[in-house]
């Protein structure tokens, strides 16, 4: 597991603290402020700061009544409570198996268990969102034509949805000017799914 997130994460002193907090809220879907600072037996603010950046948690408060990330505000006080978006729980199970960050495999499994009929596709879908995405983002057009491709494209609405649900990607609502010149809405892919794509 700590050489999974060593593979992505260049502060090695992270990496032993946040590998305990994501092995604990795997299990457990919800973490407390006060319960991070008891597994790591520390400060968990740079466990917390790390984990949002690279969207592994996801704070629970937000601005507003959505599911985008970038509504939740991280708040370093011991009445907060912190999530884990639904695939990052297949990618850190199977670190802990093989010490791998599979993104392929957390794709298919999470596709898999919301019964999505084409979640074999789904590896291959999320692989293209990552060639076309520019500064980790991509727009509803580019995944139209991305399902196109796969033979998938009465079902783009759905996937969208999935790809949302699945905590592979979440709308950037606050972004404008860039709906505006894309003429459709915007996605903030996952980080910790597309570690090549994004700066360490």
């Known amino acids: 597991m ?53 969207r592994l948690l996801i704070p629970i408060r937000s601005t507003r009544e959505t599911l985008d990330w970038e509504s939740k505000i991280l708040l370093l006080d011991p009445d907060e409570i912190y999530k884990m978006p639904n695939v990052i729980k297949y990618l850190v199970e199977n670190a802990q198996k093989t010490g791998e960050w599979n993104t392929s495999y957390a794709v298919a499994e999470v596709f898999k268990k919301m019964g999505e009929p084409n979640w074999e596709k789904m590896p291959a879908l999320v692989k293209k969102l990552e060639e076309r995405a520019k500064n980790g983002k991509v727009n509803a057009i580019q995944i139209k034509g991305i399902c196109k491709k796969l033979g998938l494209e009465e079902r783009v609405g759905s996937l969208i949805a999935e790809l949302k649900g699945g905590g592979i990607m ?31």
Request: neutral net charge; proline residues 6%.
């Open 2 to 54: 700590e050489e999974s997130l060593s593979s992505f994460l260049s502060y090695n002193e992270i990496v032993r603290p946040l590998a305990k907090v994501l092995s604990y809220i795997r299990k457990v879907s919800r973490i407390s402020y006060t319960e991070i600072e008891k597994i790591i037996n520390d400060d968990p603010e740079d466990v917390l700061l790390t984990g949002y950046r690279w």
């Open 170 to 200: 979440s709308p950037k609502l606050s972004s404008f000017a860039e709906v505006f010149k894309a003429k459709a809405p915007i996605y903030e892919l996952n980080p910790s799914l597309f570690t090549s794509i994004c700066q360490k």
